[in-house]
């Protein structure tokens, strides 16, 4: 069980929005840390999707969004492509544990 | 172009050792100023921070269940982090990335990685 909270699966067709939720705590997400999240294609190394919250690394299409609220936070997707399915994992610092976490990842199915 | 390539994973049997390497290209010049970790990833799960170093090597950290086994290390003269990794059980299985740390304190995050290597302990 991660102390970071992820649906372990979503799915949509292209063309239409999906969002993935990552709840925390206070010790987390609600101290204020930032939350990150990752792309994973089969087979491939993670790569960064989203840093700082809400912030797109150069040459992340602006299809992904993130955004924080509380103690969760959440990544949208928005006019899915089949090149979007992938494993996504949400990231941050909890100070209870003083470590750097990671979400159980959420599996995106493109219809 | 920055790149993070790791080597020396392999099929060790239990109570054995690994050494890991991940080798920095496209920032040799700065590479001693960033923090640089060791994410893992055993088959079909999640990922896991097991361990980071400051830049001067000052500050280390690691995750509870590879604490006294493994050890984190960096030459920035050769561009270079290690994971000598003993005492290897079944359930360190998984495939090890090297992954550049940049954020500010407490806000880190994972901006370059490495393809992996496998590690695979089994008798």
């Known amino acids: 069980q991660s102390v970071l909270t992820q649906p372990p699966s979503v799915s949509g067709a292209p063309g239409q929005r999906v969002s993935i939720s990552c709840t925390g705590s206070i010790s987390n997400i609600g101290a204020d840390y930032d939350v990150h999240w990752y792309q994973q294609l089969p087979g491939t190394a993670p790569k960064l999707l989203i840093y700082g919250n809400s912030n797109r690394p150069s040459g992340v299409p602006d299809r992904f969004s993130g955004s924080k609220s509380g103690t969760s936070a959440s990544l949208a997707i928005t006019g899915l492509q089949a090149e979007d399915e992938a494993d996504y994992y949400c990231q941050s610092y909890d100070s209870s544990l003083s470590a750097v976490l990671f979400g159980g990842g959420t599996k995106l199915t493109v219809l | 172009q920055v790149q993070l390539v790791e080597s020396g994973g392999g099929l060790v049997k239990p109570g054995g050792s690994l050494r890991l390497s991940c080798a920095a290209s496209?920032?040799?010049?700065?590479?001693?100023?960033?923090?640089m970790s060791w994410i893992r990833q055993a088959p079909g799960k999640g990922l896991e921070c097991i361990s980071y170093?400051?830049?001067?090597?000052?500050?280390?950290y690691y995750t509870d269940s590879v604490k006294g086994r493994f050890t984190i290390s960096r030459d920035n003269a050769k561009n270079s982090l290690y994971l000598q990794m003993n005492s290897l059980r079944a359930d360190d299985t998984a495939v090890y990335y090297c992954a550049r740390v940049t954020g500010s304190f407490y806000h880190y995050y994972f901006d370059v990685w490495g393809r992996g290597a496998t590690v695979t302990v089994s008798s």
């Open positions: 496209g920032f040799t010049f700065t590479f001693g100023d960033y923090y």
């Open positions: 170093i400051r830049g001067g090597g000052s500050t280390i």
